[in-house]
């Protein structure tokens, strides 16, 4: 079954940047689209972007487009986000997931498992 590790993740001032990294296990990420989503304290969880990593193509959603970056090394079986001119309310858990898009909006693949996901933290 598929596992990812999610880490990066840490306290950022307004403005700031980190990149996080996505460690996939059990499948390889090559073959499938693979995506960010996040979840910040009482909200659902969303998706942000999704890289298809048969062909490279990338999708992000509005919150995030022109400032966050998905990209991935198959070597590494890795999926990475780089994430720019952060504000606070980017404050969430970060998680990655095998992704789907459909119309304007990214979804996780049904019953997928979760990992712990990465807490990313934007403050002064």
């Known amino acids: 079954q598929a596992q990812f590790v999610e880490s990066g993740g840490g306290l950022v001032q307004p403005g700031g940047s980190l990149r996080l990294s996505c460690v996939g296990s059990?499948?390889?990420?090559?073959?499938?689209?693979i995506g960010w989503f996040r979840q910040a304290p009482g909200k659902e969880r969303e998706g942000i972007s999704c890289l298809d990593n048969r062909g490279g193509s990338t999708y992000y959603a509005n919150s995030v487009a022109g400032r966050f970056t998905i990209s991935g090394d198959n070597a590494k079986n890795t999926v990475y986000l780089q994430m720019s001119s952060l504000k606070p309310e980017d404050t969430a858990v970060y998680y990655c997931a095998r992704c789907r898009v459909v119309g304007d909006n990214i979804l996780s693949t049904p019953g997928e498992l979760w990992g712990q996901g990465t807490q990313v933290t934007v403050s002064s």
């Open positions: 059990g499948f390889t990420m090559a073959y499938y689209v």
